[in-house]
């Protein structure tokens, strides 16, 4: 394998302090950016720390012993991101996801759900609110997160089998363990239990049909991720990603499949269902089919920088404002400012980017 690792201490990202436009504006919920695209999903990252060393998310060589995360003084509190979340909320954004690093390491995350699940959109509606998380500590909280107000969840599982997952996640986690997470959250009557598994050729593929078939007939839908190249330290290299294409094709031959439509305008995962009506899975295409063209996600990092694009070098430090006592309505006309300019399309551009931008934001970081 050709891994290249780029070895960084902590993150020293560019940062910028918008300026609060003269023009103040109260938000009217029809936000849209240059290329006309709404804005309608926001991911917080509530921590950058994690459990796991998921080799294509945050490597061993990188994310060692000697790695300094952000202090916690410097995360954005829970009212922070309440408070952000509502300003968002009045721009138009209708889903929320709490993501990280991983998110149930924040300690007293069911208070954050609780204050969230009480936002609703200006004409009265509840958020669409959803957690991921690699499920190590699930069967510990997953009736309190239900309990908090969380109707949604998803769950990253990369393998069924134990050497495989304990592999990808490189702590020696036994996949029984989140197994058995996904039980006890079963149980604990989420609404909707999803599951992510990132495919990278030659370390899971093999992977693919034994997932499918586990989860063919339940009422969790496992969406196939293309191995993608964010951040700068996972040595990410083109031939490791499995087109999506060919999971479809792989799975198609012994369970046939067809497609099915989006839920909604700028969903990340293509649909399909299987043809004998035993449930649906998707793939996530966004290095073979990029879909930017429709997206309408916003990224909050853990330490409150706004991020346009996955695949940002640049964050909007809103935490500064808010720690300068800024009013409600100067940060919404950030807000809007900021979205107004956007063109981000880093995964249209890939190929025509090839040696830059000089360094990505980690995905730990930033939040997936
Ligand atoms: N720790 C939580 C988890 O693993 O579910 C939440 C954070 S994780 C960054 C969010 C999602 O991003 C996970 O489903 C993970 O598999 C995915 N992810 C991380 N690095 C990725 C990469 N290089 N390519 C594709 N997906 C990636
Ligand atoms: Fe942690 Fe999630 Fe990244 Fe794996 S994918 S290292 S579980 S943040
Ligand atoms: Fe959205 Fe950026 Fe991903 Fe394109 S590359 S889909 S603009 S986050």
């Not at 993608?228 to 999506?244: T, Y």
């Not at 966004?286 to 695949?311: E, I, N």
């Amino acid at each position: 394998m050709n891994h290249k690792i780029i070895q960084v201490a902590s993150y020293h990202y560019p940062n910028a302090v918008p300026a609060v436009p003269q023009r103040l504006e109260p938000p009217d919920g029809l936000l849209t950016d240059a290329r006309g695209r709404p804005l309608r999903d926001l991911r917080i990252s509530v921590t950058d720390r994690c459990n796991f060393r998921c080799t294509y998310c945050m490597p061993k060589a990188v994310f060692g012993k000697d790695f300094v995360f952000r202090p916690h003084a410097s995360l954005l509190s829970f009212e922070e991101i309440t408070r952000l979340a509502s300003l968002f909320v009045a721009h138009g954004v209708e889903k929320l996801r709490l993501t990280g690093g991983e998110p149930l390491l924040r300690k007293d995350i069911e208070r954050l759900i609780a204050q969230l699940s009480a936002l609703r959109t200006p004409d009265g509606r509840e958020l669409d609110l959803t957690l991921t998380t690699n499920g190590s500590l699930l069967a510990k909280k997953a009736r309190s997160l239900r309990d908090a107000g969380l109707k949604r969840l998803t769950i990253s599982l990369d393998a069924l089998d134990d050497a495989v997952f304990r592999q990808m996640n490189d702590v020696d986690y036994p996949v029984a363990s989140v197994l058995h997470g996904l039980e006890v959250a079963q149980q604990a009557g989420f609404d909707a239990i999803k599951l992510n598994m990132v495919v990278r050729r030659g370390v899971n593929e093999r992977e693919i049909l034994p997932m499918a078939r586990h989860f063919k007939g339940t009422p969790f839908i496992v969406r196939f991720i293309e191995y993608m190249d964010v951040g700068s330290s996972n040595g990410w290299n083109l031939a490791e990603v499995l087109p999506s294409a060919e999971v479809l094709r792989v799975i198609d031959a012994e369970m046939p499949l067809e497609r099915i439509d989006a839920n909604y305008a700028g969903e990340t995962a293509e649909r399909w269902r299987y043809r004998d009506g035993g449930g649906e899975i998707g793939v996530i295409a966004s290095v073979t089919h990029a879909f930017c063209s429709d997206c309408s996600r916003v990224r909050l990092s853990t330490d409150g920088k706004l991020y346009t694009c996955l695949f940002a070098t640049q964050g909007h430090d809103l935490r500064a404002l808010l720690r300068a006592g800024r009013s409600d309505i100067e940060i919404a006309s950030v807000l809007a400012q900021l979205w107004r300019m956007r063109d981000d399309r880093y995964s249209e551009l890939r190929a025509s980017l090839a040696n830059t931008p000089a360094k990505k934001i980690e995905m730990s970081y930033i939040g997936g």
